[in-house]
């Protein structure tokens, strides 16, 4: 069995990830939370590409593993981007969901309802204790709500509803989100890769 590290201590990230890759048997999935002495380097890029490779290649090999890292965020046309590569820490660097939704509508309060317009973008990058091997990115398009609905989901999923839905990601099951969501269409893109990874 080979280990898979996905690069990241978000308990919903890593739950997402492992729903989506469950049927790989022959990977042995874990997270940086089975490693707490390992110190994540600093995302330094300017693009969400940028920043998965850098986490991805730099836990290959420091963990000496093979690695799944992504970085993925809410990007605002009208906002110029933003939130962008700093969706987790918009409104500050220990900012809770919660308060970074908060500062994204108020951002976003005098905006027409045809400018509310948004999507979820990530990037994944593979890497081995070698070097980058794949980096593939998917996006979600949707619209930004004036207030919060749903009590599930994470991040700004409260406030987003993907176009052709009329529920928030934070609304609709989790299942469903997992076929639809970015983070899905940028795994969809890598798993043939994963499914013939062998030692």
């Not at 939130?83 to 820490?89: D, F, K, L, T, V």
């Not at 009590?151 to 993907?162: I, R, W």
Request: overall charge neutral.
């Amino acid at each position: 069995m080979i280990s898979l590290i996905l690069a990241s201590r978000n308990l919903h990230k890593i739950r997402e990830c492992r729903t989506i890759l469950h049927h790989l048997k022959h990977l042995d999935i874990l997270s940086l939370l089975d490693f707490p002495d390992y110190i994540p380097p600093e995302e330094i890029g300017t693009t969400f590409s940028e920043n998965a490779v850098i986490k991805a290649v730099h836990a290959a090999k420091a963990l000496n593993s093979w690695v799944l890292a992504d970085d993925s965020g809410l990007v605002i046309p009208a906002l110029h981007g933003a939130p962008g590569i700093y969706s987790a820490r918009y409104a500050g660097n220990r900012a809770s969901d919660a308060e970074n939704r908060k500062k994204l509508l108020e951002e976003m309060q005098h905006l027409l309802e045809e400018d509310r317009a948004g999507y979820f973008y990530c990037a994944a990058a593979l890497a081995s204790p070698e070097g980058l091997k794949k980096c593939v990115t998917g996006s979600c398009e949707g619209k930004i709500l004036n207030k919060e609905r749903g009590g599930s989901g994470f991040g700004y999923d409260p406030l987003f509803v993907k176009n052709e839905y009329n529920k928030t990601f934070s609304e609709i099951p989790e299942a469903i989100k997992n076929q639809i969501s970015h983070r899905r269409k940028a795994l969809d893109k890598i798993l043939i890769f994963l499914e013939n990874l062998r030692t």
